[in-house]
């Protein structure tokens, strides 16, 4: 397993416990969470800060490697291959390794099932007792249900990662699909059982789930732990300033995270975070707030205020970034090196600039591409990333008396033919509802992309 890192006891640690104040306040502090001090160390080395897993003891970097979106031949030549560029893939890589960064989180659904042996190809390169590997029974299929299916779909995570163990395996995005769908895929086949089984073989050496969806599933999970039914080692939940406490505002079959995390830390869970930037959204935001945020932190980039934000929590053992240029591994990296807890004046203006951004109409879109292929050709994650671009840098036009409107309208459908190539826009929707199913936001997909067709025909014949 990676290598553990010794922590000491620090003078800031020691003066602000005596003083009583813990960074992290506001709306984590009403949830009876804290900042965690495990960054002092790394606050004296200016390394990565390093959070400790309670149940093994594993020294697991606060920053995680997420594996679902990797660069494709086609990003560096500019061409339509869409093959995963194994090279840049081994340099990211090396690079995240050299500065601290050991926990990897896959899965066989990634990158059209690319993803683990992507990650196995490089990972192998370095001592296996360097890194963490996170990965997931992801059979989300009925035809994957059988107890034959699901227990090839783990071996052959195995081979494809060039390893004989796992250290993190995830029950994949349980909630989706309700109960029916959670027995189905782990109880009526014996999974669930059969995974307990490789963990005390040592196959499995961290066994959790990652949840979306129905929160009877995410409580029934803890009920089980609670009857000592199942030990959960960990768990992994979206959680970032938006979803904190408006998650059910974005959509009301979501589930605040503020709830979530709780439920866990209070049982001593700890938490891997999914979704920090909500799909880049928060790396995105609208001018207003970006500046309001670079007079704060004028060297900090806009990520790094939700990357701090959730990695601030004393629970959260790492958080996941799924980096796919060397220029995003850079600053995720200058963030957690070490992480500097958000303050309690920071909070606050955190829990404002949330609800400032619902007031805007984004659509709530992670890039996930759990949507995708659409069987018509839909690009329906770049769709949505230009919609929500074009709201962000206010180049929505809503009225023609608008002295700007011709600049936006100008700016909104020449970006959209350069984002999305016009077959693949939104009006190549049927709504064959055959995308709904998929989505872990439960965005009404088809409904979306009419609204957003009706408005780039409107503009384009002036009526907007």
Not at 77 to 96: H, P, R, V, W
Not at 150 to 168: A, C, G, H, P, W
Not at 207 to 235: I, N, P, R
Not at 340 to 345: C, D, F, L, N, Y
């Amino acid at each position: 397993m990676a290598k553990q890192v010794k922590k000491c006891d620090s003078g800031r640690r020691s003066f602000l416990r005596n003083l009583g104040i813990f960074t992290a306040a506001g709306a984590l502090a009403s949830c009876g969470v804290k900042a965690s001090d495990d960054a002092e160390t790394a606050e004296e080395s200016g390394k990565m800060t390093m959070r400790r897993n309670p149940n093994t003891g594993d020294e697991v970097s606060i920053l995680g490697y997420g594996c679902m979106r990797f660069p494709t031949i086609g990003m560096r030549d500019g061409s339509d291959n869409d093959s995963l560029d194994q090279e840049a893939i081994n340099a990211l890589i090396d690079k995240a390794l050299a500065e601290g960064v050991n926990y990897f989180d896959t899965s066989p659904a990634y990158c059209k099932g690319r993803s683990e042996s992507a990650v196995g190809e490089a990972l192998s390169r370095h001592p296996r007792d360097s890194y963490f590997i996170a990965t997931k029974l992801s059979n989300f299929s009925p035809e994957t249900w059988s107890a034959e299916v699901s227990r090839k779909m783990f071996e052959q995570s195995l081979v494809n990662l060039r390893t004989d163990y796992i250290d993190y395996l995830l029950l994949h995005a349980i909630g989706m699909g309700g109960m029916e769908a959670y027995e189905g895929r782990y109880v009526n086949n014996g999974m669930l059982d059969f995974l307990k089984e490789q963990r005390e073989k040592g196959v499995i050496r961290n066994l959790g789930f990652s949840y979306h969806g129905d929160v009877e599933v995410f409580d029934h999970l803890l009920s089980l732990m609670d009857k000592g039914e199942v030990h959960w080692d960990f768990a992994q939940i979206q959680l970032n300033y938006l979803d904190w406490d408006h998650a059910k505002e974005i959509n009301e079959r979501n589930t605040n995270a503020s709830y979530l995390y709780n439920e866990l830390h209070k049982r001593g869970i700890p938490v891997v975070i999914m979704e920090p930037l909500l799909g880049g959204r928060l790396a995105s935001v609208s001018n207003p707030i970006s500046t309001k945020m670079k007079t704060r932190r004028p060297d900090d980039s806009i990520a790094s205020w939700a990357f701090r934000y959730a990695g601030t929590p004393e629970g959260v053992l790492t958080v996941l970034s799924g980096m796919t240029y060397m220029d995003h591994l850079k600053d995720n990296l200058k963030t957690y090196s070490p992480l500097a807890p958000i303050t309690e004046e920071e909070d606050g203006f955190l829990m404002r600039t949330a609800v400032e951004i619902l007031q805007n109409d984004t659509i709530p879109c992670t890039d996930c591409k759990y949507c995708m292929p659409c069987p018509y050709g839909v690009n329906i994650p770049g769709v949505f990333a230009h919609y929500n671009r074009c709201i962000n840098e206010d180049n929505v036009p809503r009225d023609t008396a608008d002295p700007h409107y011709a600049a936006a309208r100008r700016a909104f459908l020449f970006g959209y033919d350069t984002a999305v190539t016009p077959l693949r826009q939104a009006d190549r929707c049927v709504a064959c509802g055959a995308c709904l199913s998929h989505c872990p936001q439960t965005i009404n997909i088809p409904a979306q992309l009419h609204k957003i067709d009706k408005y780039a025909e409107q503009l384009r014949q002036g009526k907007v």
